[in-house]
T-cell receptor
Framework: DQQVKQNSPSLSVQEGRISILNCDYT??????FLWYKKYPAEGPTFLIS?????DKNEDGRFTVFLNKSAKHLSLHIVPSQPGDSAVYFC???????????FGKGTRLSVIA | KAGVTQTPRYLIKTRGQQVTLSCSPI?????VSWYQQTPGQGLQFLFE???????NKGNFPGRFSGRQFSNSRSEMNVSTLELGDSALYLC?????????????FGPGTRLTVL
């Protein structure tokens, strides 16, 4: 039973355009959400996070949107660059010391 | 500040052997979590240690175990290796502060079981 789902295994975007990566969750107890980026043979790198008291968080080219009623979050990358090509993981955790639950990832390819 | 380090980076073992992986967290981080990544399964949580105590455990068999030392460094051990244990093992550390807590990952140890 997947509590965090990334329904698009892959996404291709042209350089300079917007990349939108989506994530859905089922557990209403989740209150903290994170996005990680991963290159092959490396560990995931933390990108951006959002807590459930917000609906948007922005950091440079990266913006995360949270829609609690729909149990949906998305990561926007604007403008997309070839170096953004990687696998992006969405993760969620509940209150207290609960473990992170990860989606299976979306492979983003930014084409020059 | 140095990041999370993991040793060794690559390891080849045969079925039935046992293996120990090591993780040094970011200085000041008190929580260490371990994950297994396999193709198609994403990152699966193994266990988390805080103040030398296992605080959370994922759904893995007892062949997978870990420990944490007083300096927050952690090791995980896999006994009686099986072919299906071939994976990237990732360690992540966090401050373990109250409220939202971000985990930072090491580069991983690639384990191949032959």
């Amino acid at each position: 039973d997947q509590q965090v789902k990334q329904n698009s295994p892959s996404l291709s975007v042209q350089e300079g355009r917007i990349s939108i990566l989506n994530c859905d969750y089922t557990n209403s107890m989740f209150d903290y959400f994170l996005w990680y980026k991963k290159y092959p043979a490396e560990g995931p790198t933390f990108l951006i996070s959002i807590s459930s008291i917000k609906d948007k968080n922005e950091d440079g080219r990266f913006t995360v949107f949270l829609n609690k009623s729909a149990k949906h979050l998305s990561l926007h990358i604007v403008p997309s660059q070839p170096g953004d090509s990687a696998v992006y993981f969405c993760a969620a955790s509940g209150a207290g010391n609960t473990p992170l639950v990860f989606g299976k990832g979306t492979r983003l390819s930014v084409i020059a | 500040k140095a990041g999370v380090t993991q040793t060794p980076r690559y390891l080849i073992k045969t079925r039935g052997q046992q293996v120990t992986l090591s993780c040094s967290p970011i200085s000041g981080h008190r929580s260490v979590s371990w994950y297994q990544q396999t193709p198609g399964q994403g990152l699966q949580f193994l266990f988390e240690y805080f103040s030398e105590t296992q605080r959370n455990k994922g759904n893995f068999p007892g062949r997978f175990s870990g420990r944490q030392f007083s300096n927050s460094r952690s090791e995980m051990n896999v006994s009686t290796l099986e072919l299906g244990d071939s994976a990237l093992y990732l360690c992540a550390s966090s401050l373990a502060k109250p409220g939202p807590d971000t985990q930072y990952f090491g580069p991983g140890t690639r384990l191949t079981v032959l």
